[in-house]
T-cell receptor, first 112, second 109 residues
Framework: IAGITQAPTSQILAAGRRMTLRCTQDMRHNAMYWYRQDLGLGLRLIHYSNTAGTTGKGEVPDGYSVSRANTDDFPLTLASAVPSQTSVYFC???????????FGEGSRLTVL | GQNIDQPTEMTATEGAIVQINCTYQTSGFNGLFWYQQHAGEAPTFLSYNVLDGLEEKGRFSSFLSRSKGYSYLLLKELQMKDSASYLCAVRDSDYKLSFGAGTTVTVRA
């Protein structure tokens, strides 16, 4: 069972470039989430989706966009990357009613 | 929104007990979670409390008091492999989880 797959695992990106982080789950979970994790700040919610076709803004949504065309995929796009978006990005999914989050292995993004 | 506080660091000796406290203020409470995260890895689920009281799972126990906005995670019989960051997370009425900054626990021999 793969669970949640994120790609790429690591990327160095020039400022101003567009970047899409991919996330796929095979657990048929309703809800999916994108978090960023920075030293001393913990995990902060960027965007979420409670079900296919719907998305919502989290705590730090500026500069990011998401889409949820189907249950399995939840890509995160940085339209024009800036150095402050250097972080580790975690995708997660959950059955909406149990609430336990299952995390992908993370994508380490460096914006220069 | 959520405001979640937990200590930054704790150190304990192998075989000992450590208690990690978490206080929270929330606009809509729908459960409290504890996650463990080893350096360079993804967080993994440890425990879940939605009602007041103690939940025990092996060497780990978690307690919740909703009226006080307070939880703790108790780690017993500490092992070296328990050295990790422990994350307190609160679920809101829209089923989103907000995380505290995490407590780094270092277990010494």
């Amino acid at each position: 069972i793969a669970g949640i797959t994120q790609a790429p695992t690591s990327q160095i990106l020039a400022a101003g470039r567009r970047m899409t982080l991919r996330c796929t789950q095979d657990m048929r979970h309703n809800a999916m989430y994108w978090y960023r994790q920075d030293l001393g700040l913990g995990l902060r919610l960027i965007h979420y989706s409670n079900t296919a076709g719907t998305t919502g803004k989290g705590e730090v949504p500026d500069g990011y966009s998401v889409s949820r065309a189907n249950t399995d995929d939840f890509p995160l796009t940085l339209a024009s990357a800036v150095p402050s978006q250097t972080s580790v990005y975690f995708c997660a999914s959950s059955d909406r009613y149990t609430g336990e989050l299952f995390f992908g292995e993370g994508s380490r993004l460096t914006v220069l | 929104g959520q405001n979640i506080d937990q200590p930054t660091e704790m150190t304990a000796t192998e075989g000992a007990i450590v208690q990690i406290n978490c206080t929270y203020q929330t606009s809509g409470f729908n459960g409290l979670f504890w996650y463990q995260q080893h350096a360079g890895e993804a967080p993994t689920f440890l425990s879940y409390n939605v009602l007041d009281g103690l939940e025990e799972k092996g060497r780990f126990s978690s307690f919740l008091s909703r009226s006080k906005g307070y939880s703790y995670l108790l780690l017993k019989e500490l092992q070296m492999k328990d050295s990790a960051s422990y994350l307190c997370a609160v679920r809101d009425s829209d089923y989103k989880l907000s995380f505290g900054a995490g407590t780094t626990v270092t277990v010494r021999a």
